[in-house]
């Protein structure tokens, strides 16, 4: 479905978090991506709808073509739902207006000042509904609970009817039963809809529960590639190699050290 070709990332200042990367996304596929803090797995997955753009090689996307062209970029990013640890839900508006906001990108931006068309709110409430929060939709979402505000997160990527989702951390901030309410939700809805998931966790525990398929990085870099059951204690410690080490994070051109700082320009 998306097919990374050496895709490789290096932020202003030097900094290298992702090494050139080839990797196929199957379509239906629910992948989970492992890795240290700062291992780059935000990066990986924020390069696959460019919100972080690449510093080189390609992607393709099946029935798009190379996303070096703006119009199918915009194509490309209409059709991917993006789900974050913040679920960036609108607090004083109602679930099912957040909801709605899904549908923006098939309508032009002057449609968004009036009430979108029933066929719409009709969208909206059937995604409300398979993340089973029907009954919660004139809720305002600041009075849903964590995992309910998460689960409108998704409702919202759903509604616009994506062939990828990305997911950031989507658990990191909830509960273990609610995690799991979660990512059960997620992997179900991929599996029904044929939408490619890549979702990027901290809990090993949860890749093997949900994952068809975990990606490991490490200092930018895959580390391993397969199944969850071969996530076997080597290829966890290949995973998490230094973790907690200060050179757990992908390749920094110099670490800078406390000395190296000017203390005369930093404001109480
Ligand atoms: N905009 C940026 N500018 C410079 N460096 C960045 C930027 N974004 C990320 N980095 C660096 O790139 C590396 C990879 O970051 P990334 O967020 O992809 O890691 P991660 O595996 O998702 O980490 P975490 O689990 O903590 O979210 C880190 O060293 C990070 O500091």
């Not at 199957?26 to 460019?50: D, I, M, P, Y």
């Not at 009954?135 to 849903?144: I, Q, S």
Request: glycine share 10%; charged share 20%; aromatic share 4%.
């Amino acid at each position: 479905m998306i097919q990374m070709n050496d895709v490789h990332v290096t932020f202003p200042g030097g900094m290298t978090a992702l090494h050139p990367t080839s990797l196929h996304f199957q379509r239906g596929e629910f992948t989970v991506l492992l890795g240290a803090s700062g291992a780059g797995k935000s990066t990986l997955l924020r390069c696959l709808n460019q919100l972080t753009p690449p510093s080189g090689g390609t992607i393709t996307v099946e029935g798009l073509g190379s996303l070096d062209d703006r119009r199918r970029l915009h194509e490309h990013r209409k059709r991917t739902g993006m789900i974050f640890q913040q679920h960036q839900l609108i607090g004083r508006q109602s679930a099912l207006a957040n909801v709605l906001l899904g549908r923006i990108g098939y309508h032009a931006a002057w449609r968004s000042l009036f009430p979108l068309p029933l066929a719409e709110r009709r969208i909206a409430l059937e995604c409300l509904e398979r993340v089973g929060l029907l009954h919660k939709a004139l809720e305002r979402a600041d009075r849903l609970s964590g995992g309910q505000q998460q689960r409108v997160g998704i409702a919202r990527a759903l509604a616009q009817r994506p062939r990828l989702m990305l997911a950031d951390e989507p658990v990191a901030s909830l509960d273990p039963a609610t995690s799991h309410n979660v990512l059960a939700q997620l992997r179900r809805i991929g599996h029904e809809d044929g939408i490619t998931t890549v979702v990027s966790l901290h809990q090993v525990d949860l890749a093997q529960t949900y994952a068809d398929r975990v990606i490991g990085l490490a200092h930018g870099r895959v580390v391993f590639d397969g199944a969850p059951a071969g996530l076997t204690p080597a290829t966890q410690q290949a995973i998490y190699q230094q973790a907690g080490h200060s050179n757990t994070e992908a390749t920094a051109p110099t670490a800078p050290t406390l000395s190296a700082y000017n203390f005369a320009t930093i404001e109480d």
